[in-house]
């Protein structure tokens, strides 16, 4: 049974380009959480998709979006990167339509933005 | 104020003793609680959830809610130095909100 993964492990861009993450929910989930992980810190939620569609947003500008595809895989855009989006990006599943709303977590995707 | 907060540590503990994990959050319309545990330089691992007031026990480790507090602890018994890692305390409201950690070593 796969669990979540995310490609690439790791990303090096420069201020100002634009990046896109990638994420394979685990067999059975159909919902997908991104979250940012700055050093010391604990994950901020950025989004949530169901259904193609962005359920919940967290407190992220518009430069940072999203997309689900019907095979419930995901991607993160970030567009206009700035260093302080220096941050470990990590994606985690669910699976919605389940008495249990627990979330589990690919290995991540290390961006670093010089 | 911080929706989940948790002593940032470090906590440390003598191999074979009971490390105590500390959080308390500020939404009470938060109905799930979740403690994860991050080795350095990995992603978080799911080590228990908790929906009721009271205690849950899983092996070793045994998950504490108290909604009226706003309280959720983690004990861990019989410490072993694998359990060295930093502890992510998180509530759910639609959203997952974590605090910030509680680092954790336990020496041989």
């Known amino acids: 049974d796969a669990g979540v993964t995310q490609s690439p492990t790791h990303l090096i861009k420069t201020r100002g380009q634009q990046v896109t993450l990638r994420c394979s929910p685990k067999?059975?989930?159909?919902?997908v959480s991104w979250y940012q992980q700055a050093l010391g810190q604990g994950p901020q939620f950025i989004f949530q998709?169901?259904?193609?569609?962005?359920?919940q947003r967290g407190n992220f500008p518009d430069r940072f979006s999203g997309h689900q595809f019907p095979n419930y895989s995901s991607e993160l855009n970030v567009n206009a990167l700035l260093l302080g989006d220096s941050a470990l990006y990590l994606c985690?599943?669910?699976?919605?339509?389940?008495?249990?709303?627990?979330?589990?977590f690919g290995p991540g995707t290390r961006l670093t933005v010089l | 104020q911080k929706e989940v907060e948790q002593n940032s540590g470090p906590l440390s503990v003598p191999e074979g003793a009971i490390a105590s994990l500390n959080c308390t959050y500020s939404?009470?319309?938060?109905?799930?609680f979740f403690w994860y545990r991050q080795y350095s330089g990995k992603s978080p691992e799911l080590i228990m959830s908790?929906?009721?007031?009271g205690d849950k026990e899983d092996g070793r480790f045994t998950a504490q809610l108290n909604k009226a507090s706003q309280y959720v602890s983690l004990l861990i018994r019989d410490s072993q130095p694998s359990d060295s890692a930093t502890y992510l305390c998180?509530?759910?409201?639609?959203?997952?909100?974590f605090g910030a950690g509680t680092r954790l070593t336990v020496k041989p």
């Open positions: 985690a599943s669910s699976p919605l339509a389940s008495s249990t709303d627990t979330q589990y």
């Open positions: 998180a509530g759910n409201n639609n959203d997952m909100r």
């Open positions: 908790i929906y009721s007031n």
């Open positions: 998709y169901y259904e193609e569609e962005e359920r």
């Open positions: 067999s059975g989930h159909d919902t």
């Open positions: 939404d009470r319309g938060s109905q799930s």
